[in-house]
């Protein structure tokens, strides 16, 4: 698995290819995450083998994961496959083994017996731990702020306790949290566990701005463009 850090700036990883500029989990979304600069792209791989968050969110004809990883095997890009349905890791590992992926790729999962499963048959796969578990896509929603950041601030405070025992019970060497939830203390606690953490989805430049000074391994963004952006006058002296 690459490492996460580009130089001295997070990776990027193109959320669901590059869902803001082109419709989520589909060929045209992963091709425009790697024009838009992705280092990484990520997409959702459920029931089937196919792409997508949930059945009801498939594209018209779905993709399957075999096609999708053909494309990328062509490009330079890291590879984040993240599990929709428990059960389909050994379908999932056998697939990327395939296609020769498996230095390039990592698994990501909110179930930590997908997880542990993934360890035993592919103990050289990157994985990773997304928590919480966004299942009904409340991330998407706008929350008034002032109902939010209360919530956001104990929850923020709560993470990094729980860090040890979600990289423990999972055995993942990554952790992917909500951006919400990111402070420096949990990035902190997280990398003396030896392991990597992303934040998603940040699709504001302050989001991006806030993560990156928290000290993030990787910056999740359906706007894979604004977050390279955002980055790089970050590093100008």
Do not use: C, Q
Not at 85 to 109: D, F
Not at 124 to 133: C, D, I, K, S, T
Not at 201 to 230: C, F, H, K, Q, Y
Request: glycine share 8%; proline share 6%; net charge positive.
């Amino acid at each position: 698995m690459r490492s996460f850090r580009r130089g001295t700036r997070p990776l990027v990883v193109g959320h669901r290819g590059a869902a803001a500029i082109a419709p989520e989990n589909t060929l045209e979304s992963l091709a425009a995450g790697i024009d838009a600069g992705a280092d990484v792209v990520e997409f959702d791989v459920g029931t089937g083998l196919l792409l997508g968050h949930s059945p009801r969110e498939r594209a018209e004809r779905p993709l399957a994961l075999s096609e999708a990883l053909a494309f990328l095997r062509e490009r330079d890009a890291g590879i984040h496959v993240d599990l929709k349905r428990v059960g389909i890791e050994e379908a999932v590992v056998a697939e990327i083994r395939r296609h020769g992926l498996e230095e390039r790729a990592y698994v990501s999962s909110t179930s930590a017996r997908s997880l542990r499963r993934l360890a035993a048959l592919a103990p050289r796969l990157g994985r990773a731990v997304g928590y919480p578990n966004d299942r009904y896509g409340a991330s998407r929603l706008r929350w008034p702020r002032p109902l939010t950041a209360g919530a956001a601030a104990s929850a923020r405070a709560i993470v990094p306790v729980r860090v040890p025992a979600l990289l423990a019970l999972s055995r993942a060497n990554v952790l992917a949290l909500h951006h919400t939830l990111i402070s420096p203390r949990v990035v902190r606690v997280t990398h003396e566990r030896g392991a990597s953490i992303l934040g998603w989805t940040a699709n504001d430049p302050a989001v991006v701005e806030r993560l990156a000074a928290a000290g993030v391994d990787g910056i999740v963004s359906d706007d894979p463009r604004m977050a390279l952006a955002v980055l790089a006058t970050l590093e100008r002296p």
